[in-house]
C-alpha cells in the first residue's frame, strides 16, 4: 500500500527511514520533515497527566529514601525541580495539540527535545549526588526507580523519539556514570545494557507508530475521497438508474430516468425502453445508427459500456451516454438488463464546438490551416490512387496591409470576410477554399486533370477578389496574387506542393501582383540563391563588402552640382557584384535593412563632410529604420562622429512609410527636422499618393519619378499632366522638384521648361565611386557634372 498516491508530504508504506530521518535530525528522502514530525508529536499531550503523576510519586519514594541523610530542604527543591520539569514539558506538549493540521517548526522541534532534557536533569543529578549519602541499598534502590522512569519514556514518548533519547540518554549516562563512581562496574554494565535495550526498543516503538499513523492518514483521506465520490453522484441529476426485462420493457423506473425523459415514472412503467427514446423514428421507422446499435446489444444480451446513443425525448433530440449488464435471477436466467445512463448533450455539443475550431477559421469560416492539410493530403492520396492529377494553390491579397493599416483591423477583419464568401462563391465540389492565416488562402483541387482547370480557376479568383469592396462607406480595392502546384508532378507529399506553391506565389508577387505563377523547378534554385544571399548580406558589413557610389543632383538652371544621392552596392566575396534590386528586397525583407541603412549613414556623412560646403548628401531611408526607436539618435551619432553639419544632410523616403505606421513615421522625420537635416520624398505619384502626407510634413524637395521622365519626352499627354501639377504643387508649398532619370540634353531642356528645380540622371552623371565624387564637388562649376 502507497500512500503518498494521495499525499505527497508523507513517506511510503513499508516505511523505510534512516535513524536520523526517524528522530528528525535529517530531511527523509520521501514526504516532508514537518509533516512527519507532526505525526509524531501531535498525540503526546494525552499522557501528559500520566506523565505528572508517575514523576511525582517516583520523586515522593526517592525523597522518602533519604530523609535523614540529606537535608529536607534540598530534598524538597530537588522535587520542586522534578516537578518544574515535568511541569515546562506537559506545558509544551499541549501546545503541540493541534499540530497534526499544520506543519511542525524546527523550532517547536528542539524546545520539545530541550523540555524532555530539562525533566530528565533533575533525575540525573539524583543519581550523581544521592549515593554518596546513602549506602549501596539506597543507590540501586533509586536506579530501579529512574529505570522506571526511563522505561516509561521509551513507551509514553516513542512518538517522539528525539525527546524520547534526551530524556533516556540523560538520565541512562546519569547511572552508568554513577555506578562508576560508586566502584559498582556490575551494575555499570546493567545500567549500560537497560539503557541501550530501552532506547533500542522505543526506537522501533516509535517506528511502528509512525507507519500506523501514516496508514491511519492514508484510510482517512481515501475514506474521503470515496464519500466525497458518492455524494458527488447522488447529487448529479444528470446520472439515472434504469431497468428493463426480459422484453425490454421498462421496470422500476427511478425518479433521476423519468425525469430525463420528461414523463411520469408511472406512465413510463412497462412501456418498451426503445419506443420511450425513439420518438417520432417509432413510427417513421428511420432509426439512427446509435439506436440500432442499442437494440442488438439488448438482443444479444451482451455488456456495453459508454454507448452514445441519439434519443428524442421531451419533444427534442438529445445525446444520452448508456451502460447497461444482463441481470439474471437466482436460477441463472437471464431477467433483463440493468445500467447507468446521463445526459450528455452539452459535452457533445461541446466536443463538436471543439471539434469545429480545431478545422475551421472563426473569422472567415472557411476550413483552416489544419483541414486544408488534411484536404490535400487526401486528393494526393485520391489523385494516386486513381491515376489523376489535384492541384494547391496559394492566394495571397495584394494592398491588404494597407488597408489594415490605414483603416484599422476592424475593417480589415470584414474585408477578410467578404474575401472568403467570394472564395467560397468560386467553389464547386471539386475546390475546397481555406485560410492559411492572416491575408493567405487556399484552394484544393481535388481532380485537376481537365486540361486548364488551374489556370481559369487562378485567374477567377484573381478576377474576383479585384473587384471593389464596400465596407463601412469605404470604396476598398484590393487584389490577389496566386501560386500553384500540381500534385503529383511538383511534388507528392502535403509539405512539397505546399512548399513549392509558396514559391510560386513569392514568384507572383515579384511581378508586381495580380498575377499568377506556376511553380518550376527553377524556383527552387531562385530559392536557394535568395537563401544564401540573405545569408551572406549577414556579414557584408563586418566584412567590409558594402560601398557607396554617389550620383550628382544640379541645378536645373545653372547645372552646379547641389547634392549627391547616396547609393549602396554590394561587392560579394562569395556572389561577386550583387545588383541593388537583388539585394535590397531581400534586406528589407529580414530587416537587415536597418544595420545595413545605419552603416549607409554614417558612410555617407563621413564621406560627405570632405566636400565643399554647402553641397549636401540625400540618403535613402527605409520604413523598416524609421519604425527603430533609436532613429533620430543613430542620426545624431552619424554627424557628430562625421562632423558633417545637419543642414547637409538630406533624408529621402517614399511615401509607402506613412502606410505602415503613419504617427511613428512622422513623429521619426520631424525629430530629424528639429536636428536641422532637410526631408525629401521620393518617387512621389507611384505608390499611395496623398496631399496629406504633404501637410503633415513640410518635405523640402519632391522628387518626379524617372517614369513620368521618360512619359513626358515620350510626349505621353498623362505624365506631362502629372509633372505639370506636381511642380505646381510643389511650387505653392514652398519645395523644389528634382526630375530623376534624365538622359540626354532634350530631356534636361524639357524638364527645365517644365519648371523643375533639380535634375538628376545619367545626362549629368551615372553612380561613381567616393573620389570621384569628391573631385565633381570639388570642381564646383558649371556644365555638366560627368564632363
Avoid at 536641422?676 to 499611395?688: Q, V
Wanted: hydrophobic share 45%; charged share 20%; glycine share 8%.
Amino acid at each position: 500500500m502507497v500512500v503518498t498516491d494521495s499525499n505527497p508530504d508523507l513517506p511510503q508504506l513499508p516505511l523505510e527511514l534512516s535513524l536520523g530521518e526517524l528522530i528528525g535530525l535529517r530531511e527523509p528522502a520521501q514526504g516532508n520533515w514537518a509533516r512527519v514530525r507532526a505525526l509524531q508529536y501531535s498525540s503526546l499531550h494525552k499522557l501528559a497527566l500520566a506523565r505528572g503523576v508517575t514523576h511525582a510519586m517516583t520523586a515522593i519514594i526517592s525523597v522518602g529514601m533519604y530523609v535523614g541523610n540529606i537535608p529536607l530542604a534540598l530534598l524538597a527543591a530537588w522535587a520542586a525541580l522534578v516537578m518544574t520539569g515535568q511541569w515546562n514539558a506537559s506545558r509544551i506538549d499541549r501546545r503541540l495539540k493541534n499540530v497534526d493540521r499544520r506543519s511542525m517548526t524546527r523550532g517547536e522541534f528542539n524546545r520539545h527535545a530541550l523540555a524532555c532534557a530539562g525533566a530528565a536533569a533533575p533525575w540525573a543529578l539524583a543519581l550523581l549526588a544521592f549515593p554518596f549519602f546513602g549506602g549501596p541499598a539506597d543507590h540501586i534502590a533509586l536506579w530501579c526507580v529512574v529505570s522506571i522512569l526511563l522505561a516509561g519514556s521509551a513507551l509514553a514518548h516513542s512518538q517522539a523519539p528525539m525527546s524520547m533519547l534526551a530524556f533516556s540518554g540523560l538520565c541512562g549516562i546519569a547511572g552508568i556514570t554513577s555506578f562508576a563512581l560508586q566502584r559498582e562496574p556490575t551494575f555499570a554494565v546493567i545500567a549500560f545494557a537497560f539503557t541501550v535495550i530501552a532506547c533500542s526498543g522505543g526506537l522501533n516503538v516509535a517506528r511502528t507508530f509512525l507507519a500506523s499513523r501514516i496508514a491511519e492518514v492514508g484510510v482517512v483521506e481515501k475514506s474521503e475521497v470515496v464519500s466525497l465520490l458518492l455524494r458527488e453522484f447522488e447529487e448529479n441529476e444528470a446520472d439515472w438508474l434504469w431497468q428493463i426485462d426480459t422484453n425490454r420493457l421498462v421496470r422500476s423506473a427511478s425518479p433521476r430516468f423519468a425525469y430525463a425523459l420528461g414523463r411520469p415514472a408511472t406512465e413510463i412503467e412497462g412501456t418498451s425502453l426503445i419506443k420511450l427514446i425513439a420518438g417520432s423514428a417509432w413510427d417513421s421507422g428511420k432509426f439512427p445508427p446509435s439506436l440500432h446499435d442499442l437494440a442488438e446489444r439488448l438482443k444479444r444480451r451482451e455488456n456495453f459500456s459508454n454507448l452514445l446513443v441519439h434519443v428524442e425525448v421531451g419533444g427534442g433530440s438529445r445525446w444520452w451516454e448508456l451502460s447497461g449488464t444482463p441481470i439474471r435471477d437466482e436460477k441463472g436466467e437471464f431477467a433483463g438488463f440493468r445500467g447507468v445512463g446521463s445526459d450528455v448533450t452539452e459535452q457533445r455539443e461541446s466536443s463538436e464546438k471543439i471539434a469545429y475550431l480545431a478545422r475551421y477559421d472563426t473569422l472567415t469560416g472557411l476550413p483552416n490551416r489544419l483541414m486544408v492539410t488534411e484536404s490535400l493530403k487526401e486528393a494526393l492520396k485520391y489523385s494516386e490512387q486513381w491515376r489523376t492529377r489535384c492541384a494547391f494553390l496559394m492566394i495571397d491579397l495584394d494592398r491588404f496591409k494597407q488597408v489594415n493599416d490605414s483603416l484599422g483591423h476592424q475593417i480589415g477583419d470584414q474585408l477578410l470576410a467578404q474575401v472568403s464568401k467570394r472564395l467560397q462563391a468560386l467553389a464547386g465540389d471539386n475546390e475546397l477554399c481555406g485560410r492559411l492565416g492572416g491575408d493567405e488562402f487556399a484552394v484544393v483541387i481535388r481532380d485537376a486533370s481537365q486540361r486548364g482547370i488551374v489556370e481559369r480557376f487562378a485567374r477567377s479568383v484573381i478576377d474576383s477578389l479585384s473587384q471593389p469592396y464596400r465596407i463601412d462607406n469605404h470604396n476598398l480595392y484590393i487584389g490577389a496574387s496566386v501560386g500553384s502546384a500540381i500534385g503529383s508532378r511538383d511534388g507528392d507529399t502535403v509539405e512539397m506542393l505546399m512548399r513549392n506553391a509558396d514559391l510560386a506565389l513569392y514568384r507572383a508577387k515579384d511581378e508586381g501582383g495580380g498575377e499568377h505563377c506556376k511553380f518550376e523547378p527553377t524556383l527552387h534554385a531562385e530559392a536557394e540563391e535568395r537563401r544564401q544571399l540573405e545569408s551572406a548580406l549577414r556579414f557584408a558589413t563586418d566584412k567590409g563588402e558594402l560601398l557607396l557610389n554617389f550620383q550628382p543632383v544640379v541645378d536645373a538652371i545653372s547645372e552646379q552640382v547641389v547634392s549627391f544621392e547616396a547609393l549602396v552596392r554590394w561587392q560579394s566575396e562569395e556572389h561577386g557584384f550583387v545588383r541593388p534590386d537583388k539585394f535590397i528586397p531581400v534586406a528589407e525583407e529580414t530587416r537587415l535593412i536597418v544595420p545595413i541603412g545605419e552603416w549607409v549613414m554614417r558612410e555617407a556623412c563621413r564621406q560627405a563632410v570632405a566636400w565643399p560646403d554647402p553641397i549636401k548628401v540625400a540618403v535613402n531611408v527605409s520604413g523598416e529604420q524609421l519604425l527603430e526607436p533609436g532613429f533620430a539618435s543613430m542620426v545624431v551619432r552619424a554627424l557628430t562622429d562625421s562632423g558633417l553639419p545637419a543642414n547637409r544632410l538630406e533624408v529621402e523616403v517614399t511615401e509607402s512609410i506613412f502606410v505602415r505606421d503613419a504617427q511613428i513615421a512622422r513623429q521619426s522625420l520631424e525629430e530629424v527636422m528639429a536636428l536641422g537635416c532637410t526631408i525629401a520624398l521620393d518617387d512621389f505619384g507611384t505608390g499611395y499618393s496623398s496631399l496629406g502626407y504633404l501637410r503633415a510634413i513640410r518635405f523640402s524637395t519632391i522628387k518626379v519619378d524617372r517614369s513620368f521622365v521618360q512619359g513626358a519626352a515620350q510626349k505621353s499627354p498623362e505624365s506631362l499632366a502629372i509633372v505639370n501639377a506636381v511642380v505646381a504643387m510643389a511650387s505653392a508649398l514652398g519645395m523644389a522638384t528634382t526630375a530623376e532619370g534624365v538622359e540626354d540634353a532634350a530631356q534636361a531642356a524639357m524638364i527645365r521648361e517644365l519648371g523643375c528645380t533639380k535634375i538628376q540622371g545619367y545626362y549629368f552623371g551615372r553612380p561613381m565611386p567616393a573620389a570621384e565624387a569628391l573631385e565633381i564637388a570639388r570642381r564646383g562649376v558649371g556644365g555638366r557634372a560627368a564632363a
